[in-house]
């Protein structure tokens, strides 16, 4: 199955220069957050495939007016054609008013609760983050590091594939594993076109 995986930056060339062919055959849409919701809407509107997103913590609008003709899969277990993806937005945070912003200890909670709709769908193929895992591709800053729990679930479950955001190509990491417990790991900043195996 292909899959067009989109975090953080609208491209200039999906927005501006939408070619069809360059996109024939995607089958899935998976957004990782921080995007525009008329980004996201005209996505759904182009690609006649399902788009499933998690909010990034810059999306605290989608909470009254959410993307129209979009699934969000946060805290939740989605299956598209046999596919189990699961999804958790947000990022590090102490500021527990804000909103998709957390504490390790409560993202941990919502992890746990994720889990249970986990077992429920029989496993787990895609995990989709806002932020990365915790020391597999976060950043060096409180704000930018991601989260131990979600290595907990790769632990567990062993997804095919992390895709997740948060971590823009201008911030200058490139030292993200490929892998982590056989999970490959995906920074969707931007977009990129899988194949699932």
């Known amino acids: 199955m292909k899959i067009l995986a989109v975090s953080d ?43 499933l997103y998690v909010p990034g913590n810059h999306d605290k609008n989608f909470i009254t ?16 054609k046999g596919l189990r993806v699961c999804g958790l937005g947000g990022c590090k945070s102490q500021n527990p008013a804000a909103a998709y912003e957390y504490s390790e200890t409560v993202m941990a ?14 496993g787990l193929d895609i995990l989709v983050t806002h932020a990365p895992s915790a020391g597999l591709g976060d950043g060096k800053d409180a704000f ?40 490959r790991l995906i920074n969707a900043c931007g977009y990129k076109i899988i194949d699932y195996p």
């Open 9 to 51: 930056e609208e491209s200039v060339y999906i927005w501006d220069f939408f070619d069809r062919s360059a996109f024939e055959g995607v089958e899935l849409v998976i957004s990782c957050g921080d995007l525009h919701r008329d980004y996201l809407e005209f996505l759904a509107t182009l690609l006649p495939v399902p788009l």
């Open 144 to 183: 930018h590091r991601g989260f131990a729990a979600f290595k907990g679930l790769i632990e567990e479950f062993k997804p095919k594939i992390h895709f997740f955001g948060h971590q823009h190509r201008r911030y200058g990491r490139t030292d993200t594993p490929e892998t982590y417990c056989g999970t």
């Open 109 to 122: 909670k919502r992890t746990q609760k994720l889990r249970r709709a986990v077992s429920r769908a029989g």
């Open 65 to 80: 007016h959410p993307p129209g003709g979009c699934f969000n899969i946060d805290g939740r277990a989605e299956t598209h």
